[in-house]
Antibody
Framework: QLQLQESGPGLVKPSETLSLTCTVS??????????WDWIRQPPGKGLEWIGS???????YYNPSLKSRVTISVDTSKKQFSLKLNSVTAADTAVYYC???????????????????WGRGTLVTVSS | NFMLTQPHSVSESPGKTVTISCTRS????????VQWYQQRPGSSPTTVIY?????PSGVPDRFSGSIDSSSNSASLTISGLKTEDEADYYC?????????FGGGTKLTVL
């Protein structure tokens, strides 16, 4: 059974860079049927999509975070990673990694839905 | 980008039916599929409806989804409410390659 597991520091200082890794176990990360995404949820608030990466390395980011976000993939380690720089207290959240199922019809890739989520990891931004 | 607006909270009694709305601020609701996710306290979200009205395997048929072009909104309907349905529910759609989530609705079953 494929599983996703987030890992990384639970505490980051303001103005520094938040770095998280998601490890894919029990399956392949190298498939055109999926993108690999990061989503966050501030305490007591709703879900916010951060961005996506395909195994090919193509990335898409939330416009509101784009200037501070980098998502990368290491297929040999079956991991994808998130870096968010210049963090503030507003970046305190539970960070989830998730798999977004895609469908390709006549060469056009269309996203379907998030079919697998990690358990999430709380990252607090504080000095 | 458009926004998806949900009511902050709804409540209903066990055995009854509840409907949660999700209104798209601009562009047609029919332009992009809508998904619904359930998030119980302390847990990750899970999909209850995808592509407007499709249920993943394992989701009971008490859950149904629809879209209404006249109100430019999507709806999640849960019939035969059970206490285990008490959770936050999020609608989600797409704007080009961007993922858009609604603000979430807290369902209380009392």
């Amino acid at each position: 059974q494929l599983q996703l597991q987030e890992s990384g520091p639970g505490l980051v200082k303001p103005s520094e860079t938040l770095s998280l890794t998601c490890t894919v176990s029990g399956g392949s990360i190298s498939s055109s049927n999926y993108s690999w995404d990061w989503i966050r949820q501030p305490p007591g608030k709703g879900l916010e999509w951060i961005g996506s990466i395909y195994y090919s390395g193509s990335t898409y980011y939330n416009p509101s975070l784009k200037s501070r976000v980098t998502i990368s993939v290491d297929t040999s380690k079956k991991q994808f990673s998130l870096k968010l720089n210049s963090v503030t207290a507003a970046d305190t959240a539970v960070y989830y990694c998730a798999r977004l199922l895609q469908i390709t019809i006549f060469g056009v890739v269309t996203p379907r839905y998030f079919d697998l989520w990690g358990r999430g990891t709380l990252v607090t931004v504080s000095s | 980008n458009f926004m998806l607006t949900q009511p902050h909270s709804v409540s209903e009694s066990p055995g009854k039916t509840v409907t949660i709305s999700c209104t798209r601020s601009s562009g047609s609701i029919a332009s992009n599929y809508v998904q619904w996710y359930q998030q119980r306290p302390g847990s990750s979200p899970t999909t209850v409806i995808y592509e407007d009205n499709q249920r993943p395997s394992g989701v009971p048929d008490r859950f149904s989804g629809s879209i209404d072009s006249s109100s430019n909104s999507a709806s999640l309907t849960i019939s035969g409410l059970k206490t285990e349905d008490e959770a936050d529910y999020y609608c989600q759609s797409y704007d080009s390659s961007n993922v858009i989530f609604g603000g979430g609705t807290k369902l209380t079953v009392l």
